[in-house]
């Protein structure tokens, strides 16, 4: 059932017949669909060529899917222009028109709608307090800095008041200090706008921290949606485990490994995997006991670095697994390199995936 | 974008249509039985293949040489040097050959093979430094030290480690410099004197007299020739774009 | 740094050609220009401005006006049929693009006067009969013909710096093509289009060829005049006065290029 509010995606499926045939290297798309909501944060999260790119310009109107219809608030926009859809793009590189000055960047869709100019006055001085930008008026784009770039993409898009706003990794050129400031200052405007964000991106903390919901994508097709905290803590494939943190993969070999309460622990059967993040492993000394509602793992220390808030250990088991532990910093390391120590987690952390992926 | 796609082969239609008619007219036997007749062509057309053979030789090696001199020099006069280059590639020929022809005659060189080496080699310079430069440029130094901490003598070091990195633009600036000589028209027009005769001039005097198959036939060969140079810069290119 | 003067007589080869093949005989003709000549066709080392006078006459001056006219119109009509070209090419992926430079490179590398004897055929057959040989349209197609890639290669260079997403930006802010070129590609790439301009302006300034043997040597223009006076009727300080003229034109609209040859020919 198609909602007549927000954003519906069936079926959709694009295919490149080789891949010269697109300009850059971005991927084909099958099989995706997706419903949202307005006002959301969504995210299309993946490696690349995983197909997000070629998905969001199929929202934004710059490419038409081979199959499958694109709805947004009852109206089928599949093949609408960009101009047409209620839908704005903020591109990669931010794409400013270089022979305009900032503010004839931020009015430009505004004078392609005829908008008089008392008007595009008034709407160009909102945009600009909101965004912080009303001191570079004036400036040519070359003399501003990446993020005050960004700003001027995202002022010239918004300007038009658009009900989707499409970002196709728009924190990627900026600095790491930079970077999780404009993260920040992203969510905050997207509330006080009330608009649906559609964000592009490979990074995942990135995406963690600016959606209310993600779509994890690879090679054309999406593997799981859900919130941050659902994708993390019960994701669907190993993929999706190992591409947002860090996972440890288990398997019917470890089984004889371990001891403790092995009879809570999830059934793997056929083509299943267990998974533990490794903040949920505790590391303890060799011969400690483990309680009920745990289970352990024999593994020799192999290096052991600090980071400052966590500490992190690797480790090998009897058959050659290694493992990623995570514990707080402040914590009396255990164990040296090359020694054995005891690796122990809750059951309850422990969670099962599907070894192959969809696809 | 499909308008501009067809426009597009209009446009190469356009500029390939004169090369279907030479073609056509010139793939006959009778053509070439003709053409192979004709000793005082076949003559000329190995004396230009030969000065345009020399022109590529000498102006690729200075150019080579040039490129290399460039890295020492300042910032003033890389860009002195830059000028000077571009200039002949943007005055007119013709300015060129008249005024090689005052020259010449003023220092008493005879106008004749000599002029016409020295002309050749003096308008292909600037295309040959264009594309050694480029190539000087883009020389992994680093190799040249491995090479030398291996204990390679300078011989093994130039024909291993520096060698190999400027073939491409030696391949590239010798293929360029060939086809403007064995092309050109204008000055030499102007620098041969009154006994030399260069292919194009003699298709010339040829034209304006009596077109015989035989020219069709020569311009199928010149034609091969012109395909056989653009696919090896092309290669050659492709070479450096993917190594860097 | 000891090396950096052990080598510096590299520069000798380049010095050497720079003074002697190219700076050498223009300071000549600029000096031959200034003198006389005898009625044996012998140049007098006297230096008077005869030439420059001579040139101001009307029958010259239409010469060089034709000429002017001739280049000035081959060159508005290479960039009009050049300019979509290139940008269809500058859309293609990197090695599509290679591909067609080189077909269009095979006949640029083909005899020129081989290609113009076959396209006087070509202008033959066209519907409109015989007409466009002899004709000042037919000189025009055949300029167009020869110096379109002069002009396409640059405006090719110059377009494909513009990313696509900028037009793409543009469009999905509501602007039509025509509005994307008028108001966002072509003042990008205007200055683009100056310097291929003058690429194709200033080489054509020179040309007598095409007008001779497409033309049927009908009129006069600024290299036929120059041929005459060097090679028939031997007046060199005339020709050298013409050639000052020429050299000093091409020279004030070459600073309008400045930097934008280096990326254009590169």
Known sequence: MTPNNGLYLENIKKRFVNAKQSQTSIGGVQNITLSIPSGEGFSLLGPSGCGKTTTLRIIGGFDHPDHGKIIHNGKNITFTAPQNRDIRTVFQKYALFPHLSVKENIVFGLRMQKVRNPEVENRAKEITELIEISHLLDRGTHQLSGGEQQRVALARALITEPEILLLDEPLSALDLKLRERMQLELLSLRKKLGSTFIFVTHDQTEAMTISDRIAVMNRGSIEQIGTPEEIYHRPTSRFVASFIGQANFLGQDQLPLITGSTEQLPNISQGKEWMVRPEHITPKKLGSPVNSGFVALEAQVQDIAFLGADRLTKAVDKSGKQYLVKSPGFETPVGQVTEKILLCWETEDTWTVNTNTLS | ?244 | MDRKYQHSFLILPFLLWFFFLILGPFCLIILTSFFTRDEFGQVQNIFSLMSYKQLLDPLYFDVFLRTLLLAASSTLLCLFIAYPFAFYLSRLPKHVANRWIALIMIPFWTNFLLRILAFMDVLRFEPFGITLVYTNAGVLLAMLYNYLPFALLPLYSTLEKVDSSILEAAFDLGASKRQIFLKVLWPITRSGVYAAGLLVFIPSLGEFLIPAIVGGGKNFFLGTFLEHQFLTSHNWPLGSAAIVFLVLLACTLLPALKNKTKEALT
């Open chain 2, 1 to 244: 974008m499909k308008m501009l796609k067809t426009y597009s082969f209009l446009v190469a239609f356009f500029l390939w249509s004169p090369l279907f008619i030479l073609l056509y007219k010139g793939m006959n036997a009778r053509a070439f039985s003709l053409l192979l007749e004709n000793d005082a062509l076949l003559g000329i057309f190995m004396r230009s293949i030969l000065l345009a053979i020399t022109t590529c030789i000498i102006s690729t090696s200075l150019a080579t040489i040039t490129a290399f001199a460039l890295r020492t020099q300042s910032s003033l006069g890389q860009k002195c040097v830059e000028m000077g280059t571009l200039l002949p590639m943007v005055l007119p020929e013709i300015a060129f050959g008249i005024s090689f022809l005052v020259w010449f005659t003023k220092i008493d060189l005879p106008l004749g093979w000599t002029s016409l080496l020295l002309a050749h080699i003096a308008f292909t310079f600037s295309y040959s430094i264009i594309v050694m430069k480029n190539s000087v440029e883009r020389i992994e130094w680093r190799i040249v030290d491995a090479a030398k901490d291996l204990g390679a003598s300078r011989f093994a070091i130039f024909r291993h480690a520096l060698f190999p990195q400027l073939l491409p633009g030696i391949v590239a600036s010798s293929v360029m410099a060939f086809s403007l000589s064995l092309d050109d028209f204008l000055i030499s027009f102007f620098v041969k004197g009154i006994d030399e005769v260069t292919l194009p001039i003699k298709i010339y005097s040829m034209m304006r007299h009596k077109i015989g198959p035989e020219i069709y036939a020569l311009s199928v060969v010149l034609f091969c020739i012109s395909v056989f140079s653009v696919l090896i810069s092309q290669v050659w290119y492709l070479k450096t774009q993917k190594s860097s």
